[in-house]
Each structure stands twice: as C-alpha cells, then as structure tokens.
C-alpha cells in the first residue's frame, strides 16, 4: 500500500501544481486584447467566442478528414437545472460554466471540477426568470461576471470563485428577470434584462468591472417626449418590452455596439401601443462609452407575433454587389434574413428563409415588411410562423472560408389569439397567446446561407420534434457543428451540409457549441439537457 501511495503522490502533486498554474494571476488575466482577438483558437473567452458573433473557431486539428473519430473525452453532470443554455468559455485551460444561479470552474481537459458558487434560485419570479435559465459568463482580467435570474450582476474571482460584489441592476419592477450572458466591452460590463413579455421596460446598461459603479444606460422604449413616444401613451412606457436578452456584438475599428432587442408588450394586443413601437424588435448600432444611440433598424415593426429580433447580429466583412462592406446579418424570428451596412444601419437586403411565412409577403426597399393583414384575433388567426419564430436566439454562424451563414430554421405555424388585459406586477403581459395546430408537422431545419448569392446553399432537415434550440459553430476544419433535433450533437461538411458524424446524447438541446485547445489539443464542447459534453480526438 505505502508503494502505491509513494507511486501515485508525483501525479497527486503534478495535478496539483497543474491546478495551481491554471488559478496563478500571472497566467490567468483576460486582457483587452485577448477580447479583441477576431477568430478564436485555444481560448474562447466571450459567448460568441469573438466579438463579431460569428461562431467560427480558427482551430482545424479536427476536419472533414478525421471527425468520424470524435469521441466523448468527458461529461460535467450540472446540478439546479435540467435545461442548460450556457455556452462554456474557456481560457488558459480552465473552463466556466453556469447551472441557474450556480457557476462552476472545471479543468478543460478533464471536466473536473476546480470551484464553485452556489447560490440558490430565486423564489416569487414569473414567466422566464422562473424557470432559472442562464446562458453563461463575462471574464476581464482575474475577474468572472455573470446575471442571477432576478437581475443582479455578481463579480467573482475567477481563480477561486470567491464573490467580490453583487448589483441589482433591475430591482424597480418584479416582472424583470435575467437570462443571458454579459458582455465585456471597453472595460466595462454591458447588461441587459429579460421580461419582454411581463411588461417591463427594456434597457441596455453599463457598469464598471472593478466595483459595479452604475456607468450608462440606453433605455428601448422612449419616455414622454422623446423620439418615438407616440407609441406609447401615458406610463404605457414603462412596460413596453424590448427587452434586451442575449449578448450584443462589438465593431472595435468604428467602437460600435450592436445589441438586439425583443418583442413589444403586451405582445398580441396592438391597440394599446399604436405606430411602430420603437425600439422593440430592433437592432441599435450604440456608442459603448457613454450609451448615446447612433441608429437602430426595426426588423418587425409594431410586432404583434412575438418577434423577438435578439438573434445574433453577425459582423461580417465581406464583398457585397462587388464592393466590400462592413455587414451585419441577421437571420431574424420574423423569416427573413437581413444584410444591412453596419456603418450607417443602411438596408441593403432581406431574403425569406422559410417555406411557412404568412404574416408578410416581403421586405420592401426600406426595409419595412409588406404585411397581409394577419392578426391576432379573439377566435383565432393561423399565423406562420409560430410564436418561437422561423428562428430564435439559439446560434448562427459564418465561415469566412465558405462564406455560408449556418442557423437552425423552424417551419410551424400556429394559431393566434388576442384578448385585452391590464397590466399587473407579478404577472405575465402577453394578452392571450397561440396554440398549436392539430395535425399540422413542424419540421427543424439546419440553412446554409450564400452571401455571395443571397440565396440558400443547402438544406439539412431533422428528425425529432422541432421542440430544440440547439445553436451552431463552424471551424476551419470545414465543419459545422449543431444540436439536432434529435438529441444527438453533429458535424457537417461545411461546404455541402454532408453528415459526418453524431453523437446521441440522450438529452435535450438547448445551447449552442464551442470549440478550445488545451497543450496542442483540440475539444468540441456543449451543453445538453444538464450536462456539459466535451469531445476530442483519440
């Protein structure tokens, strides 16, 4: 026995000075220009891997060539959550994942476990913050920054997860909840709220990392007087929505900060909140120093589907009618896919991405749609598509190599309904809501999107129920990797859709992949059903 001791105790205390390697403050200092890198590799340090949003990982040790040889290296059981949305970020070797109101720090190579803070869920919350979904962290330096679901800000030590400071950042109304990961940009901590649809009003805010000081917010719904308050008649500003729900992406080179916003509130019942209802359902390009608006593009305007516009705005540098543009594309919840100039939030295009879209029957050269005059209605109105939308916050992604853009697609319709209601505090605002339709077959799709051709390179339909919101990744190994809707994580040949390998998990996707390097060493991970699933080659 005491030879085995003697015999294990040089691995015990290399794993240990492994640990403590990882946790040293010289090693582990998320810098400006760490953030700033555009195409991730061994580290993947914000929620979209790089500011752009474009999901694409530099790292090609696994290929067309080899991926069949993907083999799960190790799985993270999460405790508090059966549905994690989280995408993991990873830096140095050290990987962070959140589980509710929980956070963990695991060693990438081996999903053991190297800290943790517990906190336990909220009580008394509505609607999305009740079901406690989070999608991840923030990191700056030695610092890790995350949102509980009921609003607060927590800055802990990422070496150790000791909490340094807590802000309620939302605490003035109880329908405001918290669901997505922070951004940080400039040196500063950019926050939004959830609760678009529990008549709250949606903001974009800034704090600074070091101790929480309140630094700016851009509030989405205009107050009396301000441009774009005609929509909203007495204090009905106070619970318009837009909602500010998934991270932003950042332009370094012109300092522009793209966040998204969510539908209007209530959300089926337009008569209270008559004309365009800015600035729900909108892109707005923001100045990240101080907040001040430099223009906004309404995707759905007067929105009364649940449009959400959160999905991912990607920037994406690439010819556009023979001339270079710096674009933002967005494949929208509405249908329809946007390029627009991300230098002046010029239109440039929209293109229908989905069999089953009868709310509009095209984008005109503004860029407005061309509605047909489906509502909802007290009886019930067919809409397509349904209230998750042709696509949602789950995703996309865009390899520079093909220039195709990968996102998941839902074709579904659903019925409609409309019945007026007062606002309460503690209840959800949605006057009314859709059912699905009997019998009919919702189908999810995985899209190949030319940009050079504004048209579909390819489809790959799935198999399952079209209940998943499993998002993509592509890398320079010519892949796209994705969450199906058969509970199985798969690879694609980047150029044709041709499936190469899969995984079954045996669980439900509800996030979106990553890609890292550990000592040369390429992984593939994401999170299902409550675990997180980290693959690597033999």
Excluded at 396 to 411: D, G, I, K, M, Q
Aim: contains cysteine; glycine residues 8%; hydrophobic residues 40%.
């Amino acid at each position: 026995m005491k030879a085995i001791l003697r015999a294990a105790l040089p691995l015990l205390l290399l794993g240990a000075l492994r640990q403590a390697a990882i946790a040293a403050p010289d090693v582990f200092d998320v810098r400006s220009s760490d953030l700033l890198v555009r195409t991730p590799e061994e580290n993947w340090v914000s929620y979209n891997g790089d500011y752009t949003g474009r999901r694409f990982s530099a790292l090609e040790q696994i290929n067309v060539s080899n991926v069949a040889q993907l083999r799960a290296e190790w799985v993270f059981h999460a405790p508090t959550s059966d549905r994690l949305e989280v995408t993991p970020l990873v830096f140095n070797g050290m990987m962070f994942v959140t589980s509710a109101n929980d956070t963990f720090a695991l060693d990438a190579r081996t999903g053991r476990k190297i800290w943790e803070n517990r906190r336990r869920p909220s009580e008394g919350l509505i609607d999305d913050a009740s079901r406690h979904l989070s999608r991840g962290v923030a990191l700056w330096h030695s610092r890790l920054y995350r949102f509980t679901d009921n609003a607060h800000l927590l800055c802990l030590d990422a070496r150790s997860g000791q909490l340094l400071w807590d802000i309620p950042f939302a605490d003035w109304n109880r329908n405001y909840g918290a669901t997505s990961a922070p951004l940080i940009v400039n040196d500063k901590v950019i926050v939004g709220t959830s609760g678009g649809d529990d008549g709250v009003r949606g903001f974009v805010a800034a704090y600074d990392p070091r101790d929480g000081k309140f630094l700016w917010r851009f509030w989405t719904i205009p107050g009396p007087g301000e441009f774009g308050s005609d929509s909203w008649p007495g204090n009905s500003y106070l619970r318009g929505g837009g909602t500010t729900w998934m991270p932003g992406t950042y332009d370094a080179e012109t300092n522009i900060l793209y966040w998204t916003t969510s539908n209007a509130a209530p959300d089926f019942d337009g008569s209270v909140r008559p004309g365009d209802d800015l600035y729900t359902a909108c892109v707005l390009a923001l100045n990240p120093d101080n907040g001040q608006l430099k223009w906004y593009f309404q995707f759905t305007p007067h929105d009364l589907f649940d449009f959400d516009a959160n999905e991912t705005p990607m920037l994406i540098d690439a010819p556009y009618n023979g001339v270079p543009r710096k674009l933002l594309v967005q494949a929208n919840r509405n249908g329809f896919l946007y390029v627009l100039d991300r230098t002046t939030g010029e239109f440039l295009s929209a293109r229908r991405f989905v069999d089953k879209l009868s709310w509009a029957s095209g984008i005109d050269a503004k860029g407005r749609p061309i509605l047909t005059g489906l509502i909802p209605s007290e009886n019930g109105t067919r809409i397509c598509p349904g209230i998750a939308g042709a696509t949602n916050w789950f995703s996309p992604s865009y390899n520079e190599r093909t220039h195709l853009v990968y996102f998941l697609a839902l074709e579904e319709c659903e019925t409609f309904f409309r019945k007026p209601q007062q606002f309460a505090e503690g209840v959800s605002y949605y006057s009314t809501g859709s059912k699905r339709i009997p019998g009919e077959q919702s189908t999810k799709v995985l899209i190949a999107f030319d940009l050079r051709t504004l048209t579909l390179a390819w489809k790959y339909p799935q198999v399952g129920g079209a209940h998943s919101s499993g998002g993509t990744m592509t890398t320079a190994g010519s892949l796209v990797f994705f969450g199906d809707d058969a509970e199985s994580f798969e690879a694609v040949d980047a150029i044709t859709g041709r499936a190469l390998w899969h995984f079954n998990t045996g669980q439900t996707f509800n996030a979106s992949p990553m890609s890292y390097a550990v000592e040369g060493k390429q992984y593939v991970a994401i999170a299902a059903g409550d675990s997180i699933f980290s693959f690597t080659l033999p």
